[in-house]
């Protein structure tokens, strides 16, 4: 085979190739064209259906947003509290979407009723409540008479703007009345609860009657439902007993023991001031006084680590308390208020301290302190 047949071969060889890669191409183009189609109707079809599972929050999101970011006083205060309500001041026009920041002058068309509503951005803060306490509070006084019942117009503390503020309560002239006052107090929050909560859908109300003597002043609250008239009887005799004492009048012994218990009692274990942890903080534990249980109450987490008698005990990651080991036995924390077989409360008296751990609690009513004694001679 000479020289030009080789050539020519190759030739032939080239032209083959070429031809083939040519079809190589054509064909990874297609197969490239069929791939990004087949992608864009896969991330299509993807999107498609995140749409429509988005769409209808979104929707309700932005109804609730046209409600209450729309910026329209009254659009926001009809969502608050399901009125009827017109400016009377400044003047808006009816049709527009947003309303300027300031201090408006309300009137609940249902009501007849007058208040301010406070705007700034989105958050409004009005004294609408207020009046309506008000309105029902009066109205229950025309029928129940309530002995040295009072009321005042006053302003509401700690805000920027003028907002109104009713004050009401009883006055009386010693000890011996609180009970009579507290059960009278207690029926009307019963029957203001119930009429103003027609009106406060959207928030919870929030007054408190107060009970005066000799200078003091003793608050209850509108619950009616956690805590009963006994709770608040307890309540604010204790607190005027402390603060008789505390300010220098003479009490007999038999008022001081029943009675005087101070709200913040210093806690001390084996003489020696008591620290926990409270988040990432160190700090000396205080006692609080328990109106309806007639006690002060620790968190045995805190103290349990300095009580000798419990042989083993385990906290959560989170710091929560698991369980404790007492004489061979496990006892496993619970959201109970009394020990249930192997199931104990986070939150103890000091009379179940003494009880459940025969331990010895010292009180100290001057230095405001409690020990315990975790070691028993």
């Known amino acids: 085979m000479n020289l030009e047949d080789n050539k020519d071969i190759m030739q032939r060889y080239n032209e083959y190739y070429e031809a083939n890669e040519k079809i190589r191409n054509e064909k990874r183009k297609k197969e490239r064209r069929k791939y990004i189609i087949f992608n864009i109707v896969r991330y299509s079809l993807i999107v498609f259906i995140i749409l429509a599972i988005v769409y209808p929050i979104f929707k309700e999101t932005k109804e609730y947003k046209d409600v209450f970011f729309t910026y329209n006083v009254v659009e926001q205060l009809n969502y608050m509290y399901n009125g009827d309500f017109t400016i009377i001041s400044p003047t808006i026009e009816e049709d527009d979407y947003r309303t300027p920041d300031g201090l408006y002058i309300i009137q609940d068309n249902k009501n007849v009723i007058e208040f301010k509503a406070y705007k700034q951005k989105t958050i409004l803060t009005t004294d609408y409540d207020q009046y309506l306490y008000k309105k029902y509070i009066l109205d229950y006084i025309e029928k129940n008479y309530i002995q040295g019942f009072f009321w005042e117009d006053a302003k ?7 907002l109104y503020l009713f004050k009401f309560g009883v006055k009386i002239n010693d000890f011996s009345q609180i009970d009579e006052s507290v059960n009278q107090l207690f029926a009307l929050n019963k029957y203001v609860n119930k009429n103003v909560a027609k009106h406060l859908d959207f928030q919870a109300t929030s007054y408190k009657p107060v009970i005066i003597i000799d200078g003091f002043e003793g608050y209850m609250s509108q619950d009616v439902t956690y805590h009963d008239e006994h709770y608040y009887a307890n309540k604010i005799k ?9 300010n220098g009048f003479v009490l007999d012994s038999e008022m001081i023991q029943n009675y005087y218990k101070p709200s913040d009692m210093s ?21 609080v006084y328990d109106y309806s249980r007639n006690d002060y109450l620790v968190n045995l987490g805190q103290i349990m680590d300095k009580m000798k008698c419990i042989e083993e005990y385990k906290k959560e990651n989170t710091g929560k308390s698991k369980y404790i080991i007492y004489k061979g036995n496990t006892y496993y924390f619970d959201d109970i208020k009394e020990i249930s077989g192997n199931h104990i409360p986070y939150e103890w008296t000091m009379t179940m301290i003494q009880d459940f751990f025969e331990m010895a609690v010292e009180y100290n009513f001057d230095s405001k302190t409690i020990t315990i004694s975790t070691i028993i001679e």
């Open 156 to 162: 509401q503390e700690n805000v920027n703007y003028d």
């Open 238 to 246: 204790i607190e005027y007993v402390v603060y008789l004492k505390d």
């Open 267 to 287: 806690l001390f274990v084996d003489g020696k001031r008591n620290e926990a942890y409270v988040g990432n903080s160190v700090v000396p534990t205080h006692l």
